[in-house]
């Protein structure tokens, strides 16, 4: 990863926050379901980073 991507992810990442404190919980699950969609798409199961879920 290059200087420039980081710098993309960073951004992309402060903006989501500026996001969720706008519009809340709505926005937080938007977020989660895009981030969810992402890590499958690279073959990474979200199941044991879920917060709450008990094995």
Not at 1 to 6: A, G, K, L, P, Y
Not at 14 to 20: E, K, L, P, T, V
Not at 30 to 53: F, P
């Amino acid at each position: 990863m290059n200087e420039q991507e980081m710098k993309k992810i960073a951004i992309e990442k402060y903006i989501n926050i500026q996001r969720i404190k706008k519009h809340g919980q709505e926005e937080i699950d938007y977020q989660e379901k895009i981030a969810r969609a992402e890590l499958q798409m690279l073959g990474i199961s979200t199941e044991d980073l879920d917060v709450g879920k008990q094995e």
